[in-house]
């Protein structure tokens, strides 16, 4: 089970309702009846398993109330534990030689792959953990106490570090007695603290009876665990992977979605949107579970943004319950639910930008409106491009050799002074770090050095200069002609187009783009060649991410219209139906 927000009371076991924290609010807490009251003493219609759990409650409790009008059951969890309908998740966090975990709210167990305990960490301090050679090397750079001192070193295997339960928590509730690591050897290597007595365990015990009495709080805050300022709830396994380690966090599916919703859509959006958005998100967790792999998602957008209990708010949370526990499925089958930020007028066909046409991932029109990257503009001066295209000094002109239905780039050869390069859209936007692939360029002739004046002067990196940087020679030789490619950039058709969103129309295949200028004819002085100065570039887009499945700006907007997640989901995954998840 998961700890609840910092905010909730302490007070109760339980979630509450209406009160939207993990714990009853007072008013609402388990009310017991006598235990040899009459049955025809209950009220007319009262459901037989208020009575039972009245009827636990009071022998646990040792209370009893004389109005069985009174009975309430706790409401279901906030974040219920994890089972068939509800797996844990694997999200990796950070791969690294050297992670420093922290204890925050509470104190956090570390244990090896058999469940030992090696030491607990106290809420606020930290855990630097490496490796050396086969061992993990785990060190407490914040004790005050000079017998934790000695590092801790271990066999090569996974470790977690898992809150220590609460008292509040039957389930979880086990006192441990303390033991420094200094004290804990066998045969000159540390050993695991000692299993709970009975008599340890009969008191936890009695502790969280008293606990859901209300005669007494629990003594503990919830324990999150913190990586790099972000706190996450769940367990963090330490895995040693290659020469580092991977941070994964544990985590049951509906514990994860509600800062996975707040993390990628502002949790201000309309109620339907952030439904559409829990729903395609547990879709998404669901079907990229990978026993065999280290890990199932990444915490990042590669997978679906997820920064910890920073994005989790009522709104989100709000969502994720009121969805639970709907998914997209195809054929039976759990579908990808993947989605970007904004399509700029028209989401994308997968087999266009991927490898697969899937029949619920095709291309619709999208009134993506309100996005800030509904249209976009960026500029590159030689510098950039020189670094960007390296391997060819720089670029001169870009062509456009493939595009998708909708125009997006699907494969563009960059020509540069020092040759040409061809890759794809997706290769294109991360070298230039573009919004998206829905876009055209535009070179700008840089004006001419003044006679007399060397180009240097004039501030533009000159074609020598960037012939340098890629390792050719700065001056040809004197019996060469001109190298080749040394020709200011040619007019080039790219992509981009107007649409009526009111229409709802398919979008056009893009105009082609202004020229940017007469091409000059052949260069006659080789000299004067070298020193042409290099093109800046601007590119015009639209649109933000892959553009493949639901737009969220798109989401917000039908939202906006009145629509419910399920109408929104319907018209970016065509085809597919939502039914409830149970496991597999």
Do not use: K
């Amino acid at each position: 089970m998961q700890a609840p927000p910092a905010t909730a009371p302490a007070a109760t076991l339980g979630r509450a309702g209406s009160g939207r924290h993990n714990g009853a609010p007072a008013s609402a807490r388990i009310l017991t009846v006598a235990p040899f009251l009459p049955l025809r003493q209950c009220p007319a219609g009262r459901p037989a398993r208020l009575l039972l759990a009245a009827l636990i409650a009071a022998v646990a409790t040792g209370r009893a109330c004389a109005d069985p009008a009174a009975i309430a059951l706790p409401p279901a969890p906030l974040f219920p534990a994890a089972g068939p309908a509800n797996p844990l998740l694997r999200v990796l966090l950070q791969e690294a030689t050297l992670l420093t975990p922290q204890a925050s709210g509470g104190p956090l167990r570390l244990l090896d792959g058999q469940g030992r305990e090696w030491l607990r960490l106290p809420a606020g301090e930290r855990l630097r953990i490496r490796r050396d050679a086969s061992d993990l090397v785990v060190e407490r750079p914040d004790s005050s106490d000079p017998r934790q001192a000695a590092p801790l070193r271990l066999p090569l295997q996974v470790l977690t570090l898992t809150p220590l339960a609460s008292a509040s928590d039957p389930a979880r509730a086990v006192a441990l007695p303390a033991a420094s690591t200094s004290e804990r050897r066998l045969n000159g290597a540390p050993s695991p603290s000692p299993s709970p007595s009975p008599s340890a365990t009969a008191a936890a015990t009695a502790t969280a009876l008293r606990v859901a009495s209300g005669r007494e709080a629990p003594p503990l805050a919830p324990a999150l665990v913190q990586l790099d300022r972000r706190s996450y709830r769940g367990d963090l396994q330490l895995r040693p992977e290659g020469s580092g380690l991977l941070a994964v966090n544990l985590i049951p599916l509906e514990t994860y979605l509600p800062s996975v919703v707040g993390s990628e859509m502002p949790a201000a959006w309309p109620a339907a949107a952030l439904q559409a958005q829990a729903v395609a998100a547990r879709t998404y967790a669901l079907s990229q579970r990978r026993p065999e792999a280290a890990f199932d998602l990444r915490a990042t957008v590669a997978s679906q943004a997820y920064i910890g209990v920073e994005a989790e708010t009522e709104s989100t949370r709000a969502a994720v319950a009121a969805t639970r526990p709907m998914v997209l499925r195809f054929g039976g089958a759990l579908i990808q639910a993947v989605f970007h930020s904004s399509s700029g007028g028209s989401t994308e066909n997968s087999g266009e930008i991927w490898t697969r046409q899937l029949p619920y991932l095709v291309s619709v029109p999208d009134g993506d409106d309100p996005s800030p990257w509904r249209q976009w503009s960026l500029r590159f001066g030689p510098e950039q491009l020189q670094r960007a295209f390296r391997e060819i000094a720089g670029a001169q002109r870009i062509e456009v050799l493939a595009s998708s239905s909708t125009g997006r780039v699907r494969r563009a050869r960059v020509i540069g002074p020092a040759g040409s390069l061809e890759l794809s859209g997706s290769e294109l936007r991360q070298r230039l770090g573009l919004r998206s692939t829905l876009v055209r360029f535009r070179f700008e002739e840089p004006q001419p050095p003044s006679p007399g004046l060397p180009a240097a002067a004039a501030g533009s990196i000159t074609t020598a200069a960037a012939l340098a940087g890629a390792g050719r020679p700065a001056t040809p030789a004197a019996d060469s002609g001109p190298p080749a490619l040394l020709i200011p950039p040619a007019a080039t058709a790219s992509s981009g187009s107007g649409l009526d969103l009111t229409a709802w129309p398919d979008l056009a295949p893009p105009p082609p783009l202004l020229a940017a200028g007469p091409q000059p004819g052949p260069v006659e002085d080789p000299g004067a060649a070298l020193l042409l100065p290099l093109p800046s570039l601007e590119v015009i887009g639209r649109g933000f991410g892959h553009g493949v499945g639901m737009s969220q700006w798109g989401a917000y907007a039908l939202a906006q219209r009145g629509h419910d997640y399920r109408a929104i989901l319907r018209h970016y995954y065509r085809g597919a139906e939502l039914a409830a998840f149970f496991g597999r």
